[in-house]
């Protein structure tokens, strides 16, 4: 299972591509790709390379544990939910920063 | 210090001007991200886990109370209230968005600062000595060349696309307190015969994947010499250093494979072609840029600290006396560190309330300077003794009286995990952990002075290999693992760490780090053995056999 994943031009924040075609901080609104749409998942790197508005896309491994997403790898755990020590909020969307395909 | 001319400032709100237009056409989409990557990063803006990070200069780790307090206007105003200081004693901003950056850069320059060449394949910062021109060891004051070094090396159009980064260290004073063998060009000063003071250059030194204590390639450089020398480094480095491969490109490595006496020939011989030439440094400029470096007017007094007497009447003013002041060559006055390593704290971290009190104190009390240490803390270098009681007063205040420099809690610690792109395990929560295992005073003083420095990664950006005790993290299957080093060192005795053992996970470190501790307590000869002297007395058998108990 993959989600993708990207950092938002302006803001630098992580985002997350959602079954809505938007890009979203929240990593449960993540749509999950299947072993079977990794094609589907190039285009949509592409197309989201091409708007100019995200940088970094990639593909991200994922596992569900009790029903919700987690990352794989614990640097994509901690991207997703920010510093850990203190604990800092992720770096926020503000309106003008929101993006979809 | 150093104030800009004409040319300096036009030359910097130029880079703002330009690079305001940059990211304009970046968000109008005229600029893809490759295109424009390359030059966000010229004008120091990386993107890391979280968010955009801005790398701001502070030369050879030099500034005024004005630029302090700007500092933290930014980080109130743009950021989230706090800035990093870190081991190339430049500042930097976690949160800044990219819209907001060229308004920040202006900012900057409106106090003389940039974020120019802290990032890309160029000469970066020159840092230097924290106690330059205020330690009473000192043989010479090493700013003003390091200041010629800045102004020789800003926007080099030979130097601007090096094989790799590269960087220069220079101490003024025989205790190397900068880690000039552990820089691509380190430079200390030294006497002739003559009694003239010039400079001992050191070639290769550096650490990341492949760590190396540089070598040194020529004895003795006189001032008006010094720049045609390291063009000359510059150029063999530049001609033949490996662009093939990043982890190969650094000039340590080029050094390693071709011999140092190989790459003192290549100096030498294109240092007779620009020796005398156009780089010969006139005693008349160097004097002027003494000018702006001449000791503030010190007030003359016999003022002495009476330890004794403090410990008997206030232990924990003692303890900061004794920890945090540094001998200055002026008789009455001393030089403070202020530590950014509270117990529990991140290091490296001030907000910028704590900001703005330093530079207040500054101003009041350090003749307007301040300095960042290589080491991660603020220093006011030039105090009055009978005002030491009144700084400390108000950073007790603000909870930046921490007395640990030197040790054990004194850590070196790179963001690591929490929030770098290239990390592979955290750093920040080692060094909690072990500064609240080790931070009550009355262990620290057991121990005495111990270096622990903690990297996230093998890029050593916590400079783990020159700890006396280093700590690198790791990633095995998902998992963060952290590798012990033994017996690093980043003085005038330099050396690189040995590998304790297989990584540990970090919950164990606390306890190994403890093993090792008490191995040290029960072997050294008297209280004033070092931790340091007695791993190089002992070796590292009984310290491993310690760390391979469980």
Same mark, same amino acid.
């Given at each position: 299972?993959?989600?993708?994943?990207?950092?938002?031009?302006?803001?630098? *924040?992580?985002?997350?591509?959602? &079954?809505?075609?938007?890009?979203?901080?929240?990593?449960? @609104?993540? $749509? %999950?790709?299947? /072993?079977?749409?990794?094609?589907?998942?190039?285009?949509?790197?592409?197309?989201?390379?091409?708007?100019?508005?995200?940088?970094?896309?990639? *593909?991200?491994?994922?596992?569900? &544990?009790?029903?919700?997403?987690?990352?794989?790898?614990? @640097?994509? $755990? %901690?991207?997703? /939910?920010?510093?850990?020590?203190?604990?800092?909020?992720?770096?926020?969307?503000?309106?003008?920063?929101?993006?979809?395909? | 210090?150093?104030?800009?001319?004409?040319?300096?400032?036009?030359?910097?709100?130029?880079?703002?001007?330009?690079?305001?237009?940059?990211?304009?056409?970046?968000?109008?989409?005229?600029?893809?991200?490759?295109?424009?990557?390359?030059?966000?990063?010229?004008?120091?803006?990386?993107?890391?886990?979280?968010?955009?990070?801005?790398?701001?200069?502070?030369?050879?780790?030099?500034?005024?109370?004005?630029?302090?307090?700007?500092?933290?206007?930014?980080?109130?105003?743009?950021?989230?209230?706090?800035?990093?200081?870190?081991?190339?004693?430049?500042?930097?901003?976690?949160?800044?968005?990219?819209?907001?950056?060229?308004?920040?850069?202006?900012?900057?320059?409106?106090?003389?600062?940039?974020?120019?060449?802290?990032?890309?394949?160029?000469?970066?910062?020159?840092?230097?000595?924290?106690?330059?021109?205020?330690?009473?060891?000192?043989?010479?004051?090493?700013?003003?060349?390091?200041?010629?070094?800045?102004?020789?090396?800003?926007?080099?159009?030979?130097?601007?696309?090096?094989?790799?980064?590269?960087?220069?260290?220079?101490?003024?004073?025989?205790?190397?307190?900068?880690?000039?063998?552990?820089?691509?060009?380190?430079?200390?000063?030294?006497?002739?015969?003559?009694?003239?003071?010039?400079?001992?250059?050191?070639?290769?030194?550096?650490?990341?994947?492949?760590?190396?204590?540089?070598?040194?390639?020529?004895?003795?450089?006189?001032?008006?010499?010094?720049?045609?020398?390291?063009?000359?480094?510059?150029?063999?480095?530049?001609?033949?250093?490996?662009?093939?491969?990043?982890?190969?490109?650094?000039?340590?490595?080029?050094?390693?494979?071709?011999?140092?006496?190989?790459?003192?020939?290549?100096?030498?011989?294109?240092?007779?072609?620009?020796?005398?030439?156009?780089?010969?440094?006139?005693?008349?400029?160097?004097?002027?840029?003494?000018?702006?470096?001449?000791?503030?007017?010190?007030?003359?007094?016999?003022?002495?600290?009476?330890?004794?007497?403090?410990?008997?009447?206030?232990?924990?003013?003692?303890?900061?006396?004794?920890?945090?002041?540094?001998?200055?060559?002026?008789?009455?006055?001393?030089?403070?560190?202020?530590?950014?390593?509270?117990?529990?704290?991140?290091?490296?971290?001030?907000?910028?309330?704590?900001?703005?009190?330093?530079?207040?104190?500054?101003?009041?009390?350090?003749?307007?300077?301040?300095?960042?240490?290589?080491?991660?803390?603020?220093?006011?270098?030039?105090?009055?003794?009978?005002?030491?009681?009144?700084?400390?007063?108000?950073?007790?205040?603000?909870?930046?009286?921490?007395?640990?420099?030197?040790?054990?809690?004194?850590?070196?610690?790179?963001?690591?995990?929490?929030?770098?792109?290239?990390?592979?395990?955290?750093?920040?929560?080692?060094?909690?952990?072990?500064?609240?295992?080790?931070?009550?005073?009355?262990?620290?003083?057991?121990?005495?002075?111990?270096?622990?420095?903690?990297?996230?990664?093998?890029?050593?950006?916590?400079?783990?290999?020159?700890?006396?005790?280093?700590?690198?993290?790791?990633?095995?299957?998902?998992?963060?693992?952290?590798?012990?080093?033994?017996?690093?060192?980043?003085?005038?005795?330099?050396?690189?760490?040995?590998?304790?053992?297989?990584?540990?996970?970090?919950?164990?470190?606390?306890?190994?780090?403890?093993?090792?501790?008490?191995?040290?307590?029960?072997?050294?000869?008297?209280?004033?053995?070092?931790?340091?002297?007695?791993?190089?007395?002992?070796?590292?058998?009984?310290?491993?056999?310690?760390?391979?108990?469980?």
């Amino acid at each position: 299972m993959q989600i993708l994943t990207a950092n938002e031009l302006l803001s630098g *924040a992580s985002v997350y591509f959602g &079954d809505d075609r938007h890009w979203h901080q929240d990593i449960q @609104r993540a $749509r %999950i790709f299947s /072993e079977t749409e990794a094609s589907e998942l190039d285009g949509l790197i592409a197309a989201a390379v091409a708007t100019k508005r995200l940088i970094s896309v990639a *593909a991200e491994k994922v596992r569900i &544990d009790k029903g919700r997403v987690v990352a794989q790898r614990l @640097r994509e $755990r %901690i991207r997703a /939910e920010g510093p850990t020590s203190p604990r800092h909020a992720v770096q926020p969307l503000r309106e003008s920063d929101h993006v979809s395909l | 210090m150093y104030r800009y001319d004409e040319f300096d400032l036009g030359f910097v709100s130029g880079r703002v001007d330009q690079f305001r237009d940059q990211v304009r056409r970046r968000i109008a989409g005229e600029l893809t991200e490759e295109q424009f990557r390359p030059l966000r990063l010229m004008n120091g803006l990386y993107l890391q886990l979280h968010a955009y990070m801005l790398r701001v200069c502070v030369p050879y780790g030099t500034m005024n109370a004005p630029q302090l307090r700007k500092l933290a206007h930014i980080a109130r105003k743009y950021d989230r209230g706090y800035g990093h200081f870190t081991t190339r004693q430049n500042i930097q901003f976690n949160w800044p968005r990219l819209q907001d950056v060229p308004d920040i850069l202006e900012e900057l320059s409106e106090v003389e600062m940039h974020a120019i060449q802290t990032s890309g394949n160029c000469i970066r910062n020159v840092t230097t000595d924290q106690f330059a021109g205020a330690a009473a060891d000192e043989i010479i004051d090493p700013r003003p060349v390091a200041e010629i070094i800045r102004q020789w090396s800003s926007l080099h159009p030979e130097f601007t696309f090096l094989p790799r980064k590269f960087k220069i260290a220079i101490t003024g004073a025989p205790e190397d307190r900068a880690a000039v063998r552990f820089h691509d060009i380190g430079l200390m000063a030294q006497e002739d015969e003559a009694g003239e003071v010039g400079w001992s250059v050191y070639v290769g030194g550096g650490m990341g994947r492949t760590p190396m204590i540089g070598q040194r390639i020529r004895n003795f450089v006189p001032h008006e010499d010094l720049l045609a020398y390291l063009e000359s480094v510059l150029r063999v480095y530049n001609r033949y250093g490996r662009r093939d491969n990043k982890y190969k490109a650094r000039i340590k490595i080029l050094v390693h494979e071709e011999g140092l006496a190989t790459i003192r020939e290549q100096v030498d011989s294109e240092f007779e072609k620009v020796r005398g030439g156009i780089l010969t440094l006139p005693e008349e400029e160097l004097s002027r840029i003494r000018a702006y470096f001449a000791p503030p007017q010190f007030v003359l007094s016999d003022d002495r600290f009476n330890l004794a007497d403090l410990k008997r009447n206030d232990a924990g003013f003692a303890r900061f006396v004794e920890y945090n002041s540094h001998p200055h060559r002026q008789a009455g006055y001393t030089s403070l560190t202020i530590s950014l390593k509270p117990i529990g704290g991140v290091p490296g971290d001030a907000t910028a309330e704590q900001m703005e009190v330093v530079a207040d104190l500054a101003e009041r009390f350090s003749f307007n300077e301040l300095r960042v240490s290589h080491e991660q803390n603020l220093v006011l270098p030039h105090v009055a003794i009978r005002d030491v009681r009144a700084v400390y007063d108000v950073l007790k205040e603000y909870a930046l009286a921490e007395a640990n420099v030197g040790l054990i809690t004194d850590m070196i610690t790179c963001p690591g995990l929490d929030y770098c792109a290239l990390a592979n395990a955290r750093s920040i929560p080692i060094a909690q952990d072990l500064a609240r295992r080790f931070g009550t005073p009355e262990r620290q003083a057991e121990i005495g002075p111990l270096k622990i420095n903690i990297s996230g990664c093998i890029n050593a950006c916590g400079h783990h290999h020159v700890g006396h005790i280093g700590v690198l993290g790791v990633e095995k299957k998902g998992t963060e693992l952290y590798q012990l080093t033994l017996g690093g060192d980043a003085s005038e005795s330099a050396a690189i760490g040995d590998i304790l053992g297989p990584g540990i996970v970090a919950e164990a470190v606390p306890d190994a780090v403890e093993r090792l501790v008490q191995t040290y307590l029960g072997l050294r000869e008297t209280k004033d053995e070092t931790f340091i002297a007695a791993v190089k007395r002992v070796g590292a058998v009984p310290f491993r056999e310690a760390y391979l108990a469980t």
